[in-house]
């Protein structure tokens, strides 16, 4: 994209915004201020309710469920009463146009997010550890098992009887000479397997057998057709990714502390999912129930926390359709989410995004999580285990050699945040000549390593 088109995005971003507000001034005059007022008035209700419901029981919580309900409809009434609904729906989607043609311009010409990849051999002697009870059966639905063996891979079911200890499976190839390893299962399995290739300096390959398939959605590869990834074998590319620690394993997606693992850890949940769940928050969102946490990170103390999770590189926070996505798995940090919420004011809070008091987003190279209990549960990539607090997490940049293949749907850029500073000084008619270097924000000091 050019500096031309840049600037001209960004300009079209301001006509949309001051067409959305000329048309409801000249339908709607004065009275818009009013009825603007009332839309945010609205939303704040629906976060206040969402809040009250989920830390609260009896009365109260179906009280606050009717105000989360009622607020929209109030809203909508209100705007029809005055035949202004067709007004409202013109004036949110030229805004949504506005904020498409702002990330466009904010992130057009910037650098290739893509993590850089280099040919990989053909391995020899490929070890690959197959999970058929996984994502449904896809290990068996997709004749995983037969098309790996074609390709020359000796490949181990875990079929049982009992439980299979694949650290050890794994480690036992690894002795038998392999020289590839490879996980179709969930996250935790990936994980486990991944820290003993990077400890043996063997590449790895994933394939996306599992029902969520985090790690492999954030490595671009194929969610729908895991039988795609076994093209590693013979026209790979290598990608060296980062490892998240904790408490001595490693975890490829997040390790969570708080209210997920503390409601994941009791023994109800697997019988009654919701149940448990809004049984359950209501004391740990008061403080009355699980334990007290502490964080550090980044030269940061976040206290008591009721919700915290720790990422192997930075969730993509620009919106909330980014959420749960990471454009690179290389950038050398661990990414720190954090929600403190002790009141319907700080529920509302939340609207400032990461500049509020009840969220906090910072990237740091180490996190340390303590907590007033001796033990407290955390949820690794899905997998709820007790570890003995304080609870040190670090990365291993760039430890993990992971294959893929060639041809693969890749990872999408990540979005610009809308920053209307340089957005204004973008569109401004007095910016710089073309070929001349726009205006980017700089970036933060990179963070200490630790290896």
């Not at 994933?206 to 074998?233: E, K, Q, Y």
């Not at 004391?283 to 980044?298: E, K, M, N, V, W």
Request: glycine share 12%.
């Amino acid at each position: 994209m050019t500096p031309t088109t840049r600037r001209w995005l960004a300009r079209a971003s301001f006509a949309l915004v001051l067409a959305a507000v000329v048309l409801v001034l000249a339908v709607a005059g004065w009275r818009s201020l009013t009825l603007a007022g009332l839309a945010v008035l609205g939303l704040c209700a629906v976060l206040v309710g969402g809040y009250w419901f989920l830390a609260n029981r009896g009365i109260l919580r179906w009280l606050a469920l009717v105000l989360v309900v009622a607020a929209p409809v109030l809203i909508v009434v209100v705007f029809a009463w005055h035949h202004l609904v067709w007004v409202a729906i013109v004036a949110v989607a030229l805004m949504i146009a506005a904020a498409v043609a702002a990330r466009t311009a904010l992130g057009g010409g910037g650098q290739d997010a893509a993590m850089p990849a280099v040919p990989a051999a053909r391995p020899q002697r490929p070890f690959l550890i197959m999970n058929p009870r996984s994502g449904g059966g896809k290990v068996t639905r997709f004749g995983l098992a037969d098309k790996a063996r074609a390709l020359g891979a000796q490949v181990a079911l875990l079929e049982g009887p009992g439980t299979v200890d694949v650290a050890a499976l794994a480690r036992q190839a690894v002795a038998d000479g392999a020289d590839l390893l490879g996980v179709a299962g969930g996250d935790g399995t990936q994980a486990l397997v991944a820290g003993i290739a990077a400890e043996h300096h063997l590449p790895f390959v994933v394939i996306s057998a599992d029902t969520r398939n985090h790690f492999a959605l954030d490595l671009g590869l194929d969610r729908d057709d895991p039988g795609a990834c076994l093209g590693a074998l013979t026209d790979g590319e290598e990608l060296r990714v980062d490892l998240g620690v904790i408490a001595g394993r490693t975890f490829v997606n997040n390790a969570s502390f708080g209210a997920y693992a503390e409601v994941v850890h009791s023994p109800a949940y697997r019988d009654d999912k919701r149940g448990t769940t809004l049984q359950t928050l209501p004391g740990l969102l008061s403080g009355h129930q699980g334990a007290r946490l502490t964080a550090r990170a980044a030269g940061t103390v976040i206290q008591g926390p009721q919700a915290l999770l720790v990422s192997n590189g930075p969730y993509e926070m620009t919106d909330v359709a980014g959420l749960g996505r990471r454009a690179r798995l290389d950038a050398g940090t661990l990414g720190v989410v954090a929600v403190t919420v002790d009141s319907a004011r700080q529920a509302v809070g939340l609207l400032r995004g990461g500049h509020g008091p009840g969220l906090t987003v910072l990237t740091a190279a180490e996190v340390t999580v303590d907590a007033d209990t001796p033990e407290i549960p955390v949820g690794i990539d899905g997998e709820t285990v007790m570890l003995p607090s304080p609870v040190r997490c670090a990365i291993r940049p760039r430890a993990l050699r992971v294959i893929v293949p060639r041809q693969r749907p890749g990872v999408p850029a990540p979005k610009a945040a809308l920053e209307w500073p340089r957005l204004r000084q973008l569109a401004s008619f007095r910016a710089q000549p073309d070929g001349e270097p726009l205006p980017v924000r700089p970036g933060p000091a990179p963070s200490p390593q630790l290896r």
